[in-house]
């Protein structure tokens, strides 16, 4: 499942990269939750909860069957 979270990852990655930001997979959990790490300009960004949830998240529960959260670490 990481390889699938991972690839899903780069199809939101130049979005955030445009606005100086990344994302940064840490861990795949078995029960489904998924941690990433927020670097660059997404780190201290006001608006980064609704980017991980409404964005990340999202994108992340319709490629890859199993994903049940992602959560910032």
């Known amino acids: 499942m990481k390889e699938k979270v991972e690839k899903a990852l780069n199809k939101v990655?130049?979005?955030?990269?445009?606005?100086?930001?990344?994302?940064?997979?840490?861990?795949?959990?078995?029960?489904?939750?998924?941690?990433?790490?927020?670097?660059?300009?997404?780190?201290?960004?006001?608006?980064?909860?609704m980017t991980l949830k409404m964005g990340i998240e999202r994108i992340l529960k319709r490629e890859v069957p199993g994903v049940a959260t992602v959560e910032a670490v």
Request: aromatic fraction near 0%; hydrophobic fraction near 35%.
């Open 13 to 49: 990655r130049p979005s955030l990269q445009a606005d100086g930001g990344d994302v940064e997979l840490v861990e795949v959990e078995d029960n489904g939750v998924v941690k990433v790490k927020l670097t660059g300009a997404c780190a201290g960004c006001p608006m980064s909860q």
